[in-house]
């Protein structure tokens, strides 16, 4: 039986295999030197910009040897993604402590933890609820302390530590209950030398908000870094590599129409490589067509979640809402404009509306602003080329 190959480009998740992805080199080694040196980070990157895979890529540095005042250090994620509530945050971290990233000794030394902070507190990390055996009640309180103990097992897992909060804007959601205040007194007061924390989230202003308002725990408490861009000649080497590999090769023409489509953008040019490499078969270069075909079956895919997207903010009976789907469409179009014979050909009567229109779009991480060239765009280009190629437009 002929051998099969094995589609190498990832888009659905984080990616732990570090060969498939593209190393952002010299900037992982100084975010590494800086939490080494004992510096916080705050880092922004729009989604699908490869942030969790970056933390991957940090780990992996920071267990090098730097130099005599740079030893390795070990590394605990904490994704927030489900951090709805104190008792989910609990969840969080909880599944951080027995992650299998960790090595052996680690998870050993944090599922121990767990059973410690659980029999203290009468708390079931299985379910993340409080056990029929205490006579405590949940409450706002108890499961403040919980989460305080549990973030402080994270010191008692190894003598040099990154902690990486993942998604860290949605603990915005939960200021009422001062979740900042409590990892700032669990892992950043005295007794926490030798461990640094990484931020790192997609709603720049959110996570802006907990780093530069005085009156919040964490303000001036982390150096904020965007992150950057992967460049086109590096995006494709990648593609020539990993296509040519697996025996269905993207020609030149392809890999830059590809790169063109996506902008480079990491999620979006994996994931349209990977409707591409589909299009191929062994032994045969993949032109334009194939980019052509996989763009096609990519946005075919994808139909749904952009039109529930949309749909979210035309349903919502906000003028703001609507407004925002409008000013998607003209994005989409003529880029960013203040022209009124553009906008009112996209149903947009004063040229005023578009800023709280945009300032929506902003809050829901679905518009940035090119930090070096002040220009706006629409995060997601295959988004960005879907609604170009829609029919219509919002009523």
């Given amino acids: 039986m002929a051998e ?3 589609n190498p480009f990832i888009w659905s998740d984080a990616i732990d295999d570090l060969s498939r992805t593209v190393s ?25 910009t490869g942030k969790t895979t970056f933390t991957l890529q940090l780990a992996a540095e920071l267990e090098r040897r730097h130099g005599r005042d740079a030893p390795p250090f070990a590394t605990v ?22 992650s299998p990233r960790l090595n052996p000794a680690m998870r050993g030394e944090g599922r121990r933890q767990l059973e410690r902070v659980g ?17 405590r009640t949940a409450s706002p309180q108890s499961d403040a302390d919980v989460l305080h103990a549990t973030l402080g097992s994270l010191l008692r897992l190894g003598p040099r530590l990154v902690v990486v909060f993942d998604e860290f ?25 030798n461990t640094s924390l990484l931020f790192t989230g997609s709603i720049r202003a959110a996570l802006a908000m907990m780093f530069d308002e005085s009156r919040d725990p964490l303000f001036d408490q982390a150096s904020k870094e965007d992150l950057p861009r992967i460049g086109r000649a590096d995006f494709g080497e990648f593609l020539e590599l990993h296509s040519r590999a697996t025996r269905r090769p993207f020609s030149d023409e392809a890999i830059a129409h590809l790169l063109a489509i996506t902008n480079a953008h990491p999620k979006r040019t994996q994931h349209l490589a990977w409707h591409v490499w589909n299009q191929g078969s062994g032994g045969r270069t993949v032109g334009l067509d194939g980019v052509e075909r996989g763009l096609e079956s990519a946005l ?13 903010l ?82």
């Fill in 4 to 6: 099969r190959a094995v």
């Fill in 24 to 48: 952002r080199g010299e900037f992982t080694e100084r975010i590494a030197l800086h939490l080494k040196s004992g510096t916080n980070v705050a880092l922004f990157g729009p989604r699908g």
């Fill in 77 to 98: 994620l904490i994704n927030l993604m489900d951090a709805i509530s104190l008792q989910a945050t609990i969840g969080c971290v909880a599944r951080a402590l027995s």
């Fill in 119 to 135: 029999a203290e507190f009468g708390f079931d990390f299985r379910v993340i609820r409080y056990t029929a055996r205490s006579e």
């Fill in 169 to 193: 804007q949605r603990l915005h959601a939960l200021r009422a209950q001062e979740p900042l205040a409590i990892i700032r007194s669990a892992l950043m007061g005295p007794g926490t030398a």
């Fill in 300 to 312: 075919a895919s994808l139909g749904d979640l952009f039109t529930n997207q949309l749909s979210l």
């Fill in 314 to 395: 035309l349903n919502s009976g906000s003028p703001v809402d609507q407004d925002a789907v409008r000013v998607l469409h003209t994005m989409a179009a003529h880029g960013w404009t203040t022209r009124a014979a553009v906008l009112q050909r996209y149903g947009i009567k004063r040229r005023q509306d578009i800023y709280p229109a945009r300032e929506r779009l902003l809050r829901l991480g679905l518009v940035e602003q090119d930090r070096d060239e002040g220009g706006w765009s629409i995060v997601d280009p295959l988004f960005a080329t879907w609604l170009r190629r829609r029919p219509g437009l919002p009523a």
